[in-house]
């Protein structure tokens, strides 16, 4: 009993527990309010504050002095397509993946867009590099540096919407990358004939390590020629790509793996060989045996002008193709064994030009050290040949464009480049540009680059192509449709052909010669080949896992069929997913025509469950369809014929009839006599069945569905499956019925039943007749998965070896590999069909395939399936670490950012480009297994163990929440939810909104884990010490637990 105060005694406040404490009203101070009134802030004060929280460039910093060099050595990518895992998920979930896409259509290389997008949203990033280099050897590289704008992106049909088109070139590089982490090796595609015939064989030459060669040389690689050699005169690889291209858009580790893939297939490249009149010549070829040569060298002198004639770089004069290799070999480690140091430029730099080399040369002079850089063109700025995302990088690094200015004269000072002069130029009546003489102007600067393209020049060269035809600008004549010259054994791409004038163009260059050598070399051997070229794909050993699974003595050729559902309407349907790969179908539920039905319109209707999402990439669905329109007869008509055209194929009959012996044997001996592989008995309709005795009347009640599985087993000479409702309190109980009553297994679950929303005048979608009667349907989709999941794990563990068909919200390999590892042996899909079409089968095998390689491969152990560890980065670039410059955490914006800017720039400025820390991890050897690929069968049921109930958690060990302050984008939902559905266990702060975790009060309950928008920016990792939970009220001295073997504390 608490002690009687004493009159006069000072007693302490009474601490209410519904308001919360002092110390927890100051950490709400910033939590969101209603508001009670108008704002009212003056905007002399918000001027000052959008200061504070600029993320973006403040116009009122470029007004002052802009003489300083931030950018110096500063190689960092720039790129603003650069996508994270998080980014590449959301922008891979946009994108329509449409019919006859007209992205494909406008990429040189045909890449298969939507299916490399698709399997990005999926999580399945090698299923999306194989999509891609399969198609295109230098995936990553194009990823890169493509000029997508006027490419795929330019044919998007999201560019027709509000929201914009797909960043398609950064969700390529993303998946590429990705799949570079795997360090998994090319291998020779499964067709490529054993033992090698002699045609195959052939000496074959490649002039040039750039894209063109590569690409051809893949391509050969793959077809099987086993002698290809690449020539090449530098003493790195990769072409113009490697020497002209700055690092901050394409660094060498790109190149290095791409060309690491290329000999995975056996391609040689031999250094120091030019083709000149004193080293490589195509006669010289021909007399060395060589059966077919290409050449790809490429463009290889600048063009210029006459007021340039005399000067060189000691002048201050450079061209591209002198400036830009110099940048690149001090700035791209791992390029040569060279020391080389970045050009010494400094003061004001006029770059001639307007095409994308110009605009490259003028950022990297920045980073060579220039103050000022102006880029001046003949013509206007809608005249600008280089894509506006190159042009639009170099405006914000600020550089300054100089439009309708034509070169007139160099001013020199003291032997050195000290101005030009210019004619202003402008555009007649008729077109046609000229220059005004009385309109001259003159510029100071320190230095000139002209970018005015390139061409061939040499002598030596062109006496080394004899005796090829050569056309009027003195390059081989090229048959721009085979890349065919006038020697039938030798071709040609890349520049020197005369049609690409991007890395992409180049490629598929490579990729056209590569067929008609093919032909060509096959002709001498007198094997025909079609002129339609029939390029072999990107394979590695993943591709040859084995997807098959056996299930009740039933072989099914991998774990994917086509669900009981609108995929299966009709027997045609089934023929077309077996034909794209699908390995098993359910037929659409037939009955016996007295049971025949009529559907009512409309009937499938798109979701809510995930938010007013238009369009494919449904969350869910909701039906009110019936079983198959179609009679009994139809079905086994078209059952026979299927097998007898894919008897490997499996087919599950899905048969249904009211609660009846007769019926149901009647029908099972029908259907029998078409030849399924089993049966599967439809005991879970949800709606429209059920109010005829049928579907889910019968699959609610145990007794019914025993003795049902009963009279069917009693004929059935094939398996039977049940097919269950979730509909009940206790799917376990309906489970073990069906199994008493002689069920071979049970497919779970059918679709759930719900009311999906009504609109504001009370109509539900859909709404039937004038009427705008609707009806309970079922639910299908993404959204019932959790309650697949619980359903098929709690079978597996309480009737153990039980076999289980998945089904509901299956739409992906990573979500198949969820149902395999918590019981199901096969999968059943619907839904995510209904959100494509049948081709996603290819998405999801290859995805499956390579969840089981990576099981076994070393190096991946930290990986969550596909996904390496999350890397700390900050829109999509990797986090540099200042926090050591700078003494503390700060955010990315405002007087902030420029902070952050200010200290990295002096980082850079003693920093060794060509530091051994920068150089490309070797990508060989490829990682390899450690053991054989495991079966299916192997993962079934794998985290059973792992799964109970409540009071088998340990709840003495507990996390906490930890907030990187470098990947936090600020955006305080963390804050939020902690304060109004939390534990109060954050903090805020309000100058630089970095929210920080009090260890204290932290309960490790994750909900700021689960709402924040960047992936792992919160981690939840092990408390130190023992949680104490806040009781509120502490319990009397004299408690004792109920349950003292769980109730451990108070």
Not at 567 to 579: D, H, K, N, Q, S
Not at 710 to 724: D, G, N, R, T, Y
């Amino acid at each position: 009993m608490p002690p009687v105060p004493n009159e006069g005694d000072i007693m302490p406040p009474i601490q209410l527990v519904s308001k919360e404490p002092p110390d927890i009203e100051n950490l709400l101070k910033l939590n969101p309010r209603i508001k009670t009134h108008a704002n009212a802030v003056p905007s002399a004060v918000t001027k000052k504050a959008k200061k504070h929280w600029k993320r973006n460039e403040d116009k009122a910093e470029n007004l002052k002095c802009n003489s300083c060099s931030p950018l110096y050595k500063n190689f960092d990518d720039i790129k603003h397509t650069t996508l994270s895992e998080r980014a590449a998920l959301k922008e891979s979930a946009r994108c329509l993946k449409c019919v006859d896409a007209p992205c494909q259509k406008s990429c040189p290389t045909q890449l298969d867009v939507k299916s490399f997008i698709g399997s990005i949203s999926n999580k399945n990033y090698y299923g999306s590099a194989k999509a891609i280099l399969s198609d295109n050897p230098l995936g990553l590289t194009c990823g890169m540096v493509c000029p997508t704008s006027d490419l795929c992106v330019g044919g998007c049909n999201l560019d027709a919407s509000e929201e914009g088109p797909i960043n398609i070139g950064g969700l390529q590089h993303f998946a590429v990358e990705m799949f570079k982490k795997m360090k998994i090796a090319q291998v020779l595609p499964p067709d490529v004939p054993s033992p090698l015939p002699e045609s195959f064989k052939a000496k074959i030459g490649l002039i040039g390590c750039g894209p063109a060669s590569i690409s051809a040389g893949t391509f050969l690689g793959r077809l099987g020629y086993n002698d290809v050699t690449i020539f090449e005169k530098e003493d790195y690889v990769g072409g113009l790509n490697t020497s002209e291209l700055p690092a901050y858009r394409l660094p060498y580790d790109v190149i290095n793996f791409e060309i690491d893939l290329m000999k995975d297939l056996g391609v040689k490249i031999e250094h120091g060989r030019a083709l000149q009149t004193d080293d490589l010549t195509l006669e010289g070829m021909r007399n060395d045996g060589f059966a077919a040569a290409f050449i790809g060298i490429g463009n290889p002198e600048p063009k210029t002008i006459p007021i340039f004639e005399g000067l060189t770089e000691e002048n201050g004069y450079y061209t591209s193709k002198g400036f830009l290799p110099k940048v690149a070999r001090a700035s791209k480690a791992g390029m040569c064994a060279c020391k080389s140091e970045l050009p010494e430029i400094y003061g004001s730099v006029i770059v001639l030009g307007a095409g994308d080399t110009a605009f490259d040369c003028a950022t990297s002079a920045l980073r060579c050290g220039a103050k000022r850089v102006f880029v001046i063109f003949r013509k206007g700025f809608i005249n600008i040949r280089a894509v506006p995302e190159e042009a639009e990088l170099a405006k914000q690094e600020k550089c300054e464009f100089i439009p309708f200015m034509s070169p007139q004269d160099v001013v020199m000072k003291n032997g050195r480049v000290a101005g030009m002069k210019f004619f202003r130029t402008e555009q007649d009546d008729d077109g046609k540009w000229i220059e005004d003489p009385e309109q001259m102007s003159k510029l100071k600067c320190d230095f000139v680059i002209s970018a005015f393209g390139s061409g061939l020049y040499s002598s030596k060269i062109k006496e080394a192509m004899m005796p090829l035809e050569m056309n009027r600008w003195g390059t081989p004549e090229v048959d721009t449709l085979k890349m065919t010259t006038s020697e039938p054994w030798v071709f040609c791409g890349g520049d020197l052909a005369g049609v690409a004038e991007t890395a992409v163009e180049a490629v598929n260059d490579g990729k056209i010669a590569a067929w008609s050598m093919h032909r060509y070399l096959q002709s001498l051997h007198n094997v025909h080949i079609d002129e339609t070229p029939k390029l072999p794909k990107f394979y590695t050993e993943i591709d040859a896992v084995d997807l098959s699974v056996h299930v009740c003595g039933i072989k099914f050729l991998n774990p994917y069929g086509l669900a009981s559902a609108p995929p299966a309407t009709t027997c045609g349907m089934i023929r077309r997913g077996f034909e794209a790969g699908w390995g098993f179908a359910v037929t659409k539920t037939y009955g016996l025509d007295k049971d025949i039905v009529t559907n009512v319109a409309p009937r499938i209707v798109r979701g809510t469950t995930s938010g007013h999402n238009y369009g494919p990439g449904q969350g869910a669905f909701l039906n009110i369809e019936l079983i198959s329109e179609k009679t009994a007869a139809y079905w086994i008509q078209g059952v026979i014929e299927l097998k007898k055209d894919f008897p490997k194929h499996v087919i599950i009959a899905s048969i249904m009839c009211s609660y009846s012996k007769e019926d149901w044997q009647e029908l099972a001996l029908m259907a029998q006599t078409s030849g399924p592989d089993a049966l599967e008995l439809n005991l879970s309709c949800p709606h429209g069945m059920g109010e005829r005795g049928m579907g889910l009347a019968c699959g609610q009640d145990p007794d019914m569905v025993k003795n049902i599985c009963k009279w069917v087993k009693e004929v059935s000479k094939i398996p039977v499956f049940a097919k269950l409702t979730p509909n009940v309190t206790n799917i376990v109980k309906i489970a073990r019925a069906a199994q008493d009553g002689g069920a071979d297994g049970v497919t779970a679950i059918n679709t759930v039943s719900g009311l999906m929303g009504l609109n504001a005048k009370g109509n539900a979608w859909p709404s039937i007749g004038s009427e705008k009667k609707t009806t309970y349907g079922g639910v299908s989709g993404n959204a019932v998965k959790p309650m697949a999941l619980k359903a098929v794990s709690s079978i597996a563990k309480n009737l153990p070896g039980f076999p289980i068909l998945g089904t509901g919200g299956i739409d992906s390999a990573d979500v198949c590999w969820q149902f395999l590892m918590t019981g199901a042996s096969v999968m059943q899909i619907s839904s995510a069909i209904q959100n494509q079409d049948f081709t996603v089968i290819d998405d999801y095998i290859t995805g499956l395939k390579t969840l089981l390689y990576m099981q076994t491969l070393e190096g991946v152990d930290e990986w969550d399936g596909q996904s390496p560890p999350t890397a700390r980065t900050y829109k999509g670039k990797p986090v540099i670490d200042l926090q050591s410059a700078l003494g503390r955490n700060i955010p990315n914006f405002g007087p902030f950012a420029r902070e952050k800017a200010a200290a990295l720039a002096n980082m850079k400025k003693t920093e060794d480009l060509l530091d051994d820390k920068y150089k490309p991890v070797p990508n060989r050897p490829a990682n390899k297994q450690r053991m054989m690929t495991p079966k299916v069968e192997a993962v079934i049921g794998r985290a059973l163990d792992r799964i109970g109930t409540f009071n088998d958690l340990d709840n003495k060990q507990h996390v906490i929440a930890l907030i990187d302050p470098e990947m936090c984008i600020n955006c305080g939902k963390c804050y939020m939810t902690c304060n109004d559905t939390g534990y109060q266990a954050i903090e805020f702060d309000e100058i630089t909104h970095i929210p920080k975790v009090k260890e204290s009060s932290c309960t490790g309950c994750t909900l700021c884990y689960s709402v924040c928008p960047v992936i792992e920016c919160i981690q939840m990792v092990p408390r130190e010490g023992l949680y104490i939970p806040k009781r509120g009220i502490d319990l009397g001295d004299d408690w004792k637990p109920r349950l003292p073997d769980i109730q451990v504390r108070k």
